[in-house]
């Protein structure tokens, strides 16, 4: 085969993909790796999906989405952050995914900076690479409650840096910035002329505090806030997500969905269109369980002195088990103690010596997985580099 991209081939695989493919298949495993809903997507989507296909939205739509999907998009912006804003400042896109990686590449030319969060989700590293720019990870340190830090994101800015991604209610973190905070960093961004990349795909898996969309405070269209059916609706595999930006951020990220992906699916747009329309008790009733698993999990490990954060929102805890190599350790964890979870050290150097455990499985599968990864910490955490905790 002729060479590829040296860029693309120098991308490094999620370390949670190498755990879900070692656990894929094991009737034994418990399972607290996964990022994605179990529950079934509500049945009045799949509906309303079903008769979507049926009248005809079988066809490429316009590349910004479907004209009743971004109304039903600028509706839901009103109804929940009571943010004004018209259809040309939306872009239905594909996942949050397609949002945060085309607004991405509108901003930077090869050889920008962008300041991306560790630990933080590892896409950004990748999407950033991939557009040819250079990722700049600004640390969440625990001493300052895993929130970004706005002096040292100020020593990280540079003539080369255009962008500033920030992720609130944060995959792995579990953190939801105070209101004042996402100002601040709209702030910041204007002081530095960044843009600043919002992803609030878990905008609506909220247990304490309130969540601020950072598009309400954009003062001169420099934010993009992405936002996703995935996590919300349970619907990962349908593939529907969108962004509000300013109007010529829309036409650039409209003109890159031409060039990648054409659009969102048609029939995953109306899908899209029922779910913020219709009923959202299902989004309570989700939420609600992950609370309960949340506060079962917390429970357990503060019993058992393991030191952890307690999420607000999102829907993992993170957990200190102080090894040196949590890829090693989440390996072991697998083929010894037959558990399954993310190593920190996937999100970022400043992951290691974590893991991640998802709060989606039911409760029996938790509480199982959780005894056993308490069980495993003292013996595998000294195997894998010492344990500090
Ligand atoms: N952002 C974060 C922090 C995530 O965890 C994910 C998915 O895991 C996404 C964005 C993208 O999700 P999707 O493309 O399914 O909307």
Known sequence: ???????????????????????????????????????????????????????GFTRYTPNAGLPSVREAICARMERDYGVR?????????????????????????????????????????????????????????????????????????????????????????????????????VDFAYAHDLILISDEVYDRIVYEGTHRTACACDPDGRVVSVFSASKTYAMTG?????????????????????????????????????ALTGPQDCVDAMCRTYRENRDLTCQLLTERGIPHRRPEGAFYVWIRVGCRDSTEFARRLLTRYRVALAPGGTFGPSGEGYVRVSLVSPPDAIREGVVRLVEAIGTLAGQTGGCEA
Request: hydrophobic share 45%; with cysteine.
């Open 1 to 55: 085969m002729p060479r590829l991209s040296h860029t693309v081939t120098g991308v490094p695989q999620s370390g949670i993909r190498e755990i879900m493919n070692l656990a894929a298949g094991r009737q034994d495993v418990v399972r607290l790796e996964v990022g994605e809903p179990l529950f079934a997507t509500p049945s009045h989507i799949v509906e309303a999906a079903i008769r979507a296909l049926r009248d």
């Open 238 to 274: 349908w593939r529907v997500g969108y962004a509000i930006a300013a109007e010529g951020m829309v036409r650039q990220m409209a003109k890159l969905q031409e060039a990648y992906v054409s659009c969102a699916p048609a029939p995953a747009q109306k899908a899209l269109e029922a």
């Open 85 to 185: 804003i018209g259809p040309d400042s939306v872009c239905v896109t594909v996942g949050g995914v397609g949002g945060i990686s085309s607004a991405l590449r509108a901003a930077v030319d090869a050889g920008d900076e962008v300041l991306i969060p560790d630990p933080g989700w590892p896409n950004y590293y990748m999407m950033a690479v991939v557009a040819g720019a250079i990722p700049r990870r600004y640390p969440l340190r625990p001493q300052n409650g895993y929130l970004p830090d706005l002096d040292e994101l100020r020593s990280m800015v540079g003539p080369r840096t255009r962008v500033l991604v920030v992720n609130s209610p944060s995959n792995p973190l579990g953190t939801v910035f105070p209101p004042t905070l996402v100002e601040a960093l």
